[in-house]
């Protein structure tokens, strides 16, 4: 998928803890690219909601596989 994607961790862990998880699983970079975390989020009143704007990137062409869609916000 790589090769035709841009793949992107982005959890509500903390930005170190999601590096080396991605490094254990990717030790190369050959398939993430990069991975965000709880610091690029937002708090609001439903819980901590994963901003896609800190990607920055055209909105209208990013895939979110999240299983709880009230955790994402574009």
Not at 2 to 15: G, Q
Not at 22 to 44: I, M
Not at 64 to 71: F, L, S
């Amino acid at each position: 998928m790589r090769k035709r994607y841009e793949l992107v961790v982005f959890s509500n862990r903390d930005t170190t803890f999601i590096e080396s998880v991605c490094f254990k699983l990717d030790p190369n970079r050959q398939y993430f690219s990069g991975a965000l975390g709880s610091e690029s989020a937002v708090h609001t009143m439903h819980g901590i909601v994963k901003d896609m704007t800190y990607l920055n990137r055209d909105l209208s062409k990013i895939v979110v596989i999240e299983k709880n869609p009230k955790h994402v916000e574009r």
